[in-house]
């Protein structure tokens, strides 16, 4: 048995994967800043995001402290290690836009 947000909905979900090669087509589609918001939780995601953003040239920080656990507690058990190097939040003001 599983369980998701929309399980009850009729259709289907695309993979990780589909969303990971969406999500790096629209980061470098995009100008300026973007900001993305997911569950802390869903690794997987936050793992997709960094690598589509050092696809597109782009830097990622981490805000919400569950999420900053959560990362910080996988990267500590070894399961992001290829999650590029985050941005601390307060030099995200010296970034360029297209950064």
Known sequence: MG???NAPMPG???SEGD???ALT???SNCQGR???SC???NLARVLAIGRAAQQSGRRISLMGRSMERMVSVARGLGYMDDLPPLVPNHDLGYLPPMK
């Open 3 to 5: 369980d998701s947000t």
């Open 19 to 21: 969303v990971a090669r």
């Open 25 to 27: 087509k629209t980061l």
């Open 12 to 14: 289907h979900s695309g």
């Open 34 to 36: 973007v900001v993305v």
């Open 39 to 41: 569950f802390a939780s």
